[in-house]
């Protein structure tokens, strides 16, 4: 019997590896998404039952866990250098003259490739299978960030049957491709949490995760552009490189031969423009000698080959007419003044707003009605404005004023002492920063209510439905049905996930408050300490200034937003709702319920804590501290000299062995 499971584990597994190269490599999927996750669940439930053929490479291990993990650090085998950088076809040329000259007047073949916009990683392959991927580091050592690479689909655990050598590394760039990155930051500004400037910090950003499911869940893509090993199949780099292709990993299909200058100028000129087509950011090519050995002959300097250098890209600049300026007010009622231009195309896409900023910002670029803006795009994916050109300034053109009065409320503006921004004073009872209150309330880290995006938050603000926090509360599926857009399904989504958001922990409630600077970690220390609103709201300042982190600014905040009569009525009415307005851990002895559930199994001698107190730190969390090893075991929590026999049969079992530090890293916030 079991050896019919495991034919069929080791099937569904070929089965599984091969979809997963036609979908993230070839980009042409031979099933649909459905029967793939079909066999992928099918999978997972036979090695769930059969923990016996638990295997680190099987294609259901890339889903990623919710384990905390520290990262190794890890010694490069060879220096990961950078390249020489080249800004103009005639710095091109000095390059490829001085590689001409350190080879003896010998011609020699080019590779061109583009230059991908990521984060460099270095993959070791032994046998045909992933041994292990880490990131550049300072170069000498990087962060073994093994368990994160594997989550991308595109890179192969094991390798197609090819001429590769036992060993080996790869080296390339972890992408993440603009659609993705696209959606990322939407997310992240829908939760305000701070934007990534540019797929590049969002690729390392995300590769640099603690939680290889989320890793898993962003999407992230990887190109190779460089093999390393004794006994490489071919002589020169551009043949390795398809070699590359055939076992499994994806290489860029525009790496082309060239053979002379002129073919390098073409090359140039075809990728400026047509880079902006790609799904992946790049920011310039790549040039390298592709003869291997005239590679060794040029040789490295300290930084860098000889036989490599990029080519930049300038970054893209327009001019365009700055037709109004129109003022927006935020959450926090902070007012950003916006260039709405005509329209222009910048990198791939159509640029009609730009943010100006502040007023400073408008005053030393000296920006006058209906001026000629120059807009740039860079690195960084907002268009910034960077300069005007004066020459075409009109002669009735006047300096752009800042507004003195609030666009929306008409109240006149404040400017707190030492900062940029004008605000907008009328907190409580302003429209747009209402509605940007009811969209924080409904967002991900504060009550996370399953329906309400964005522009439903808006829609029920504009519909009337909503003007205040607390109404969310009284809403019926028949009050959403006015709503155009939306069905019967979504509006009962709606109303039940507002009735689960009854179930978010007090801390979280203070945060969704909007109380003015009140972020994430101040909301979570004022309810540790307040314990219930009820005190929260009874602190003086000087109580409150008294907490650790808390200042007087943040008190007098607090003490401001709960002075006023509509935040007191909308308190009231949450409260007769059913919010959770007390600490559940300050009543129970529970720290929290990271180990729900989970069974623990402790071995072995520890630095930092004794056995009895783990044993409490379990308990504390939700765990529950078991004493031997079975598969029903969700992990060992192992110190030193952990006993063989129980390393042994968790390691035959498939359970994860996991040290003092990753645990209480895992318990930790
Ligand atoms: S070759 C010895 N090829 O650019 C140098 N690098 O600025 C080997 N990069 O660290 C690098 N695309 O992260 C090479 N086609 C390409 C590349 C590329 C992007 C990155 C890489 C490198 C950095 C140097």
Redesign the pocket.
Known sequence: MDGNVKEQIEQLRRVLNEHNYNYYVLNSPTISDKEFDVMLRKLQDLEAAHPEFYDPYSPTQRVGSDITQGFKQVVHERP????G?SYSIEEVEDFLRRAQNGLGGEKSEIVG????????ISLTYEHGRLVRAVT?GDGTQGDDVTNNIVTIRSIPLQLNPGNWPDKFEV???VLLPWANFEQLNRERQFNEEPLFANPRNAAAGTLKLQKSSEVARRGLDA?F??LLGESLPYPDHYRNMKAVGEWGLKV?PQ?TVLHSIDEVHRFITYWDVERKKLPVA?DGL?F?INDLAQQQELG?TAK??RW?I?YKFAPERECTKLQSVSWEVGRTGVITPVANLSPVLLSGTIVKRASLHNADIIESLDIHTGDMLYVEKGGEIIPKIVGVNNKMRQSDAVPVKFVTHCPACGTPLVRIEGEAAWVCPNKYHCPPQIAGRIEHFVGRHMMDIDGIGEEMAKDLYDYGLVENIADLYDLRVEDLLMIDRLGIKSAERIVNGIKKSLEVPYEKVVFALSIPNVGETTAKILARASGSIDNLMAMKAEDLASINEVGPIIADSIIEYFADELNQEIIRRLKDAGVQFESKVSQSSNLSNKLDGKKIVISGVFAKHSRDEYKMLIEHNGGKNVGSISKNTDFVLAGENMGPAKLEKANALGIKIINEDEFLAMISD
């Open positions: 990961m250098l950078s390249l950088n490739e583009l230059k991908f916009d990521g984060t460099s550049r080296r390339g760039e190109v552009y460089f860029s790496m790049t790549v390298k490295f860098s080959p490599a990029a």
